[in-house]
């Protein structure tokens, strides 16, 4: 379906027949553009970024690249096109039509959810704000920006479902949306992660790998929503999401190769050596991963929640790829998980509904170590012998069974003493921050890297890695 580009705010819900809605939009419109310029990429608005923009939702129309100035990109709403006869696929309404309108009983489940997603695509934006003056290349500065504008595109989505579904309140959730900020001490973003500073490449590198990566499960969750305008609107962010975990996989990948490359040259794994190189050692790395894993996996909630249980059984958010489950009513068994009891963990069996939370966070550390094994065979391709591996799901959690719970790397409960003893070598220290914030010197020359990266194997759109991908003017 081909998005009208000649409206004020382009989309292909037919804005323009419902003037009230559109208006209530464009009076949105200018605040988000305020909102933008004062909390989005700092200083670069006047660059020619080589960016994506959709023209369509189908799978030609998604992908139109050309030079755009960042204020000037066309955010708008963009919904995948319907399904003919879908049917609810999931709890006590299965089969039943889908949702065009909200049912009243189920308004604020759904309002909390939709604001809550919606609150954290301009929290990374914010996150990420400083990052271009420290960029590595001109081709991650583009990246950087591509993903910026795509989650201020993805702000709108759920802005657009505040505004034509959920009157008045929805109108005031919108503008909260602008005015919560991530890490602010009086109004912050809601969860946790989004409240992180972002402030160098590396953690750019996890976010994008781990934290978009919860942003994938969790879009697939509400893609199985009965309430189809919620669903077509994740379906579509979903196709801009890739983009995002490949940055964060292809960048740690590249950060790996380079690492390799200097260890190779020095035949050493001195850890001073190789920061002496200007490149990251891998225990570095190692704990930068532990650090955005572990902040993540609290992004899932508590693993029993009624929340999560009322959500499926009223057919609001499902499992991810809920069509690869037998039974989509769940009524019947359990789900065993593993919860903390004095020093030890013991098995208890939960009702399946209210362990959806769990189910998720499985799902997701399963495809988080899709990552890793590439790592650690190109780093045995190398001839090295050092492994990533991912924390236990008990590590450093702040939601959930495990909230609080001293726990080591592998997941056993520890004093809190020792656990204190333990946290700076296996999260970053001062010390390593300090380190990787010196590595971060900005290269703007087309073609050239920073000395702790490796360029990517190929550009944007089949064009060399050494264009210009951001004409800084
Ligand atoms: N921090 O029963 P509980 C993305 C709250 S990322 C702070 O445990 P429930 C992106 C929870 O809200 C995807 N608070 O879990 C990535 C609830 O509060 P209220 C974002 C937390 O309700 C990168 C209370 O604890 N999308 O798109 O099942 C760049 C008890 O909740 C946290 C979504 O998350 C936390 N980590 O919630 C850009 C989808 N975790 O209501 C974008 C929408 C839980 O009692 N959200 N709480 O005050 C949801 O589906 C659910 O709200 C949760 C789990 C997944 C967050």
Redo the contacts with the bound molecule.
């Keep these: 379906m081909a998005i009208d580009y000649s409206e004020r705010i382009p989309n292909n819900v037919n804005l323009a027949g419902d003037k009230t809605l559109q208006r209530a939009l464009e009076h949105w419109q200018p605040h988000f553009l305020d909102w933008w310029r004062e909390m989005g990429p700092s200083d670069f608005a006047a660059a020619d970024v080589y960016l994506r923009t959709a023209v369509g939702v189908d799978a030609q129309g998604w992908a139109h690249y050309g030079a755009t100035k960042m204020p000037d990109y066309r955010w708008g709403i963009f919904l995948a096109d319907p399904v003919a006869d879908r049917r609810i696929g999931f709890g006590d309404f299965c089969g039943k039509p889908v949702w065009q309108q909200v049912p009243g009983e189920f308004r604020s489940q759904f309002r ?2 939709i604001v ?2 919606g609150d ?2 301009p ?2 934006v914010e996150q990420q704000r400083l990052l271009g003056h420290i960029c590595p290349s001109l081709y991650d500065l583009r990246n950087l920006f591509q993903v910026n504008v795509e ?1 201020g595109r ?1 702000l709108w989505a759920m802005v657009y479902l505040l505004h034509a579904y959920f009157g008045r309140d929805g109108r005031e959730e919108a503008e909260e949306l602008l005015a919560r900020h991530s890490g602010d001490v009086d109004k912050p973003r ?4 989004f409240n992180e500073p972002v402030s160098d490449w590396l953690s750019f590198f996890c ?1 994008t790998y781990f ?2 990566r ?2 994938k499960f ?2 697939k ?2 893609a199985e929503s009965s309430f189809d305008p919620l669903s077509r609107t994740c379906r579509f962010m979903l196709t801009e999401e890739a983009h ?1 975990m490949f940055v964060g996989e292809t960048g740690i990948g590249r950060v790996i190769k380079r690492t390799l490359e200097v260890m190779k040259e020095l035949g050493t794994d001195s850890q001073e050596a190789i920061r002496r190189q200007g490149a990251v050692d891998l225990p570095t790395l190692q704990r930068y991963l532990n650090f955005w894993f572990s902040s993540s996996l ?5 693993e029993i ?4 249980a009322n ?1 499926f059984a009223n057919g609001i ?1 499902g499992r991810p790829d809920e069509s690869n489950y037998a039974d989509h009513i769940a009524l019947e068994g359990d789900y065993d998980l593993a919860l903390p009891e004095g020093d030890h963990a013991t098995e208890q069996k939960v009702a399946m509904r209210s362990a959806m ?1 769990e189910v998720t966070r499985a799902a997701y550390v399963k495809d988080c170590e899709i990552g890793l094994k590439r790592w650690n065979i190109q780093m045995k391709r190398a001839g090295f012998e050092f492994q990533l591996t991912l924390p236990s799901t008990r590590f450093r959690r ?3 069974a495990w909230a609080n719970v001293p726990t080591g790397l592998q997941g056993h409960i520890i004093g809190r003493e020792a656990y204190e003893r333990g946290l700076p070598g296996w999260i970053p220290s001062e010390s390593d921050r300090a380190f990787v914030k010196s590595l971060m010197q900005r290269v703007t020359a087309p073609g050239k890297m920073a000395s702790w990266v490796a360029p990517p194997e190929r550009g944007i759109n089949n064009l060399p890695v050494d264009y210009e991908y951001v004409h800084l003017g």
């Design positions: 909390r959810l809550t997603q954290t695509e929290a990374s989650e993805h809601i969860l946790g992660t976010f934290t978009d919860d942003g969790q879009l969750s509400l995002h609290d992004l899932f909630g508590s929640s009624s929340n999560a959500s958010k939370n702040s939601i959930g």
